[in-house]
C-alpha cells in the first residue's frame, strides 16, 4: 500500500464552506438555490475529490435508493397538514384528507436536502480529512474527548457498515430489488452497529477509568453553564421574551462559543498538525461561521408557508444575499488550491 | 493472580451452557494456553477472565471469578473485535492512546519513536488507518495494545489472526522481552500454537465441546458447476500499483494461491475479480468470495434465514442458531458452506484457514478438492504457502 503524504491545508473552512450550502439551502426553500447547491457539489466532487477506484460518483449509488425518496415524498406532502392552498382532497367513506400545496413545496424541499446531505457526508468521508478537526482534551474534559472523537469515529463506522453490507452483496452474487436493499440494508446496519457500539461500551469505560491527569477543576465547572444558557433560552420561547428569543438565543451562541473556545485553548492538545492555518484561511472560517450564524439566526417564521410561486421562482433577495451568495461561489475557486 | 470456581455461563438468548463447572486457579508469572474447538467457549473464558466486571461478555454467570490483581493492570485483546482506531493518522493514534496512558506531553514524541522504530514501522507515521490492509490495521492494532503501558497479565484472543511471520516475529520477540523484564504473564488463545511455543512454556487448559455447531453440509450427489472458457485476467486497472502487472489464468478444475506478506494487495486482488471496484470483465456467472472477515457477509439474524434461497434444503440443523452467537471459525465455515451451496464457477477464499482449528481445517480442505473435481475453480490466500495437495499454481506477490 502507499505511503500517502497529508496535504497542509485546514479542513475545517472546507468543511464550513460546505455547512453554508446546506444551510443557504435549507432556510431559503427555493428550487434554484438547491440545484445551485447541487451543481457547486457536483464541480467539487469533480474536480476537488480525486477519483479512484475505491469509490463509485455519488448518483451511482443514490438511484438505488429512489423507493426511499418516494416513501418520504409520501410521508411528507400526504400526512404533514402545512399549508392553506388545497392542491386536492380525497374522500374515501366519509373520511376526507386534503395535499396542500405547501406540504408538496416541503415535500421536495426536504428531499433535495437530503441528497444534498448524503452528498456532503459522501464528500467529506471521501476526502479523509475528518480527522483534522478532531482534538485531545484531557483533565475531566476527557469526557470530551472520547464524546467528540467518537462521534466522528462513529459516523466513519457508519459509513463503513454500508461498505460492508454493499461488499457482501457482491461476494454473495445476490440480486436484492431495490426495496429488499433498504429493508435489508436497515436491518444489517442496525444489527452491526448495535453489535460494533455494545462491543466498544467496556473499551471506553476502560479508557475513561484509566485517565491519570492531572487538571485544575475550574475549566470544567464552568463549561455546564454552556448548555444551561441553551435549555434557559428554549424555555423563554413563546412566553414575554419570544420577540427577542433569536436575539437573545444568538447572543447566547457566541457567549457559548467565545467561553468554549476560551476553555479549549487552555486544555487544547493538537494532535501532529499536518495543516497551516493562512490568513486566507482563518479569514474564510470567520466569514462562512459567520454566514452560518446570520442565516440560522434570521431565519423567516413563514418558514412552512412557502407556495409553489415563491419555490420556483428566482426571488428578489436584497443585495447583501446575492453579495453574499456571489462570495460563497467565489470561495469554491479559493478552496481548490493545493487541490488540482 | 485469578481464581475461577465452578463457573457456569450462558448467552443471553441462548439455552446451551457455553461454560460448566469450569474451575482453576492461575497463577502469577505463568503462561497460560486455553486450548478447544470451535465453540468450545475459549473466548469467553477469556473475556470472563479479563474483566473483574465481566463487561466483555453478557450473559447468565453463576459460580465465582476472584481476581487478586487490579483492573488497570490486565489487558484484554480480541484480534477479532471492532476496530477502535480514532485517527485517521497512525502517528495521532499513537499520541492518542499515550495521552490516555498518562504520557507526559515533553516525552511523548520520543516514546512514539522508540515503538515505531522496534516494530519497524516508522515509515507508517505519515499513513492513513484507512489505508491499511486488514493484516497491517491488525499488526498495529496489537502493538498499540501491548506496548503502550505495562501490564501484569495480557489476555490475548487469537492476536496472530492475519499476521505474516515476520510481524508475528516482532510480536514474539517483545512479549518475551517484557515476560522477562516485568513478570507479565499471558494468557492466549490461538489455533497455530507452534511459533509461541519456540519463545514461551505454556500450561494448558482444555475446553470440550457440548453440542457446538459442527460443520454440516456436504455436497449433493446431483451437484453440478457448469463449464466456463478458460481466459486471462489482468489487473491493470486495479486500485493497487502493486498488482497491475500481476495476472491470473482462470480455468475449470484448478486451485491458486495467492501467497503475500501484510499490505501486498491479496484482498484487493481478490476484490478486483469480483468487480468490487471497476468491472474486471470476467466471462463468468456465478462468482463467489468469502471474506476474511465473514462476519460482515451475514445479512440475517439467524442462520435459517441465510439459506431460504437454496433449493434441496428444508432443514438446516442449525436453523435457529444466531449468526452473532457463532465463533470466528463457525462464521468463516458456515459461510464457505453457504457459498458452496450456490454452485460457484469461481470461488475466491480469502484468508479461509487463518483461524481454524484443525478439524475445521481438514473438513475445508476436502470440501475445497471436491469442489475442484466438479469443475469449479478456487483462489485461495495466505500469507505463506499452505502444505495442500492439489495448488495448481502459487502466485507470489
Known amino acids: ?340 | 493472580m485469578i481464581e475461577c470456581k465452578q463457573v457456569d455461563f450462558r448467552y443471553r438468548r441462548s439455552q446451551k451452557k457455553i461454560l460448566s463447572q469450569f474451575s482453576f486457579h492461575f497463577e502469577e508469572a505463568k503462561h497460560y494456553y486455553i486450548k478447544g474447538e470451535h465453540g468450545a467457549g475459549k473466548s469467553t473464558l477469556m473475556k470472563l477472565l479479563a474483566s473483574q466486571q465481566f463487561s466483555f461478555v453478557e450473559g447468565e454467570m453463576q459460580g465465582d471469578i476472584l481476581h487478586f490483581i487490579p483492573q488497570p493492570r490486565i489487558l484484554f485483546f480480541d484480534a477479532r473485535d471492532v476496530e477502535l482506531f480514532f485517527y485517521e493518522k497512525i502517528y495521532d493514534e499513537f499520541y492518542y492512546i499515550l495521552r490516555c496512558v498518562g504520557y507526559p506531553r515533553n516525552n511523548i514524541e520520543t516514546q512514539i519513536a522508540l515503538i515505531m522504530s522496534y516494530f519497524q514501522i516508522e515509515s507508517w507515521s505519515h499513513r492513513l488507518v484507512s489505508d491499511l490492509s486488514m493484516g497491517e490495521k491488525q499488526y498495529l492494532k496489537l502493538i498499540l495494545a501491548i506496548a503502550t503501558k505495562q501490564y501484569q497479565l495480557m489476555c490475548l484472543d487469537e492476536p496472530f489472526l492475519h499476521l505474516d511471520d515476520v510481524h508475528k516475529h516482532f510480536i514474539l520477540q517483545y512479549l518475551e522481552q517484557i515476560s522477562q523484564d516485568f513478570d507479565t504473564s499471558l494468557i492466549v488463545i490461538d489455533h497455530q500454537i507452534q511459533a509461541w511455543e519456540q519463545y514461551f512454556h505454556f500450561e494448558t487448559i482444555e475446553l470440550t465441546t457440548q453440542d457446538a455447531y459442527q460443520p454440516w453440509f456436504t455436497l449433493p450427489e446431483n451437484y453440478q458447476i457448469n463449464s466456463f472458457p478458460e481466459q486471462k485476467v489482468d489487473f491493470i486497472k486495479a486500485p493497487l500499483p502493486a498488482i497491475q502487472e500481476q495476472c491470473i489464468t482462470l480455468k475449470p478444475g484448478q486451485i491458486n494461491m495467492i501467497v503475500g506478506k501484510n499490505g501486498s494487495g491479496k484482498t484487493t486482488m481478490c476484490k478486483y475479480l469480483m468487480d468490487m471496484f471497476v468491472p474486471a470483465n470476467i466471462a463468468i456467472s456465478c462468482k463467489r468470495m468469502l471474506m476474511a472477515d465473514a462476519k460482515t457477509m451475514y445479512f440475517y439474524t439467524t442462520l435459517g434465514e441465510e439459506w431460504t434461497d437454496v433449493d434441496g434444503i428444508d432443514l438446516h440443523p442449525y436453523a435457529t442458531f444466531y449468526s452473532q452467537h457463532l465463533s470466528y471459525g463457525q462464521c468463516k465455515v458456515e459461510m464457505f458452506q453457504r457459498l458452496l451451496a450456490d454452485g460457484p464457477q469461481l470461488l475466491i477464499l480469502d484468508d479461509l484457514f487463518d483461524g481454524l482449528h484443525d478439524s475445521y481445517r481438514s473438513g475445508a480442505y476436502r470440501m475445497i478438492q471436491e469442489l475442484k473435481n466438479k469443475g469449479s475453480m478456487i483462489i485461495l490466500t495466505g500469507t505463506q504457502d499452505l502444505d495442500m495437495e492439489g495448488i495448481d499454481e502459487v502466485i507470489s506477490i
Open chain 1, 1 to 340: 500500500m502507499e505511503n500517502k503524504q497529508i496535504d497542509s491545508h485546514p479542513f475545517l473552512p472546507r468543511l464550513l464552506f460546505l455547512l453554508c450550502f446546506i444551510v443557504l439551502a435549507f432556510t431559503s426553500v427555493q428550487l434554484f438555490v438547491h440545484f445551485w447547491v447541487l451543481a457547486i457539489f457536483a464541480l467539487y466532487e469533480k474536480y476537488i475529490l480525486p477519483m479512484n477506484a475505491f469509490r463509485k460518483p455519488y448518483w451511482h449509488g443514490l438511484l438505488r435508493y429512489f423507493p426511499f425518496f418516494c416513501v418520504l415524498f409520501v410521508l411528507y406532502a400526504g400526512f404533514l397538514q402545512v399549508g392553506q392552498t388545497p392542491v386536492f382532497t380525497i374522500s374515501l367513506r366519509g373520511y376526507s384528507w386534503t395535499v396542500f400545496q405547501e406540504s408538496l413545496v416541503f415535500a421536495v424541499h426536504y428531499i433535495l436536502l437530503f441528497v444534498e446531505i448524503f452528498w456532503l457526508s459522501y464528500l467529506i468521508l471521501h476526502e479523509k480529512k475528518i480527522d483534522q478537526i478532531q482534538c485531545f482534551f484531557h483533565g475531566s474534559l476527557f469526557l470530551l474527548t472520547l464524546n467528540w472523537n467518537g462521534s466522528i469515529q462513529q459516523s466513519k463506522q457508519l459509513f463503513a457498515v454500508k461498505q460492508n453490507f454493499d461488499q457482501a452483496i457482491h461476494a454473495r452474487g445476490v440480486q436484492f430489488s431495490r426495496t429488499q436493499t433498504i429493508i435489508t440494508l436497515f436491518a444489517y446496519s442496525m444489527r452491526h452497529m448495535l453489535i460494533k457500539i455494545n462491543r466498544q461500551i467496556p473499551v471506553f469505560r476502560q479508557m475513561w477509568k484509566s485517565k491519570t491527569f492531572f487538571s485544575p477543576k475550574w475549566p470544567e465547572r464552568w463549561i455546564w453553564i454552556v448548555p444551561i444558557f441553551f435549555f434557559t433560552a428554549a424555555f423563554l420561547k413563546g412566553s414575554f421574551a419570544s420577540e427577542l428569543y433569536l436575539k437573545v438565543q444568538l447572543l447566547i451562541f457566541v457567549l457559548g462559543v467565545s467561553m468554549f473556545y476560551f476553555i479549549a485553548v487552555y486544555q487544547y492538545e493538537k494532535m501532529s498538525s499536518p495543516h497551516t492555518w493562512t490568513l486566507l484561511d482563518m479569514l474564510l472560517f470567520c466569514f462562512f461561521t459567520a454566514w452560518i450564524c446570520y442565516r440560522v439566526f434570521t431565519v423567516s417564521s413563514d418558514f412552512y408557508m412557502v407556495t409553489w410561486f415563491d419555490f420556483v421562482f428566482v426571488p428578489m433577495w436584497p443585495v447583501h444575499m446575492w453579495g453574499a451568495w456571489l462570495l460563497l461561489s467565489g470561495s469554491f475557486f479559493m478552496l481548490k488550491r493545493g487541490q488540482m
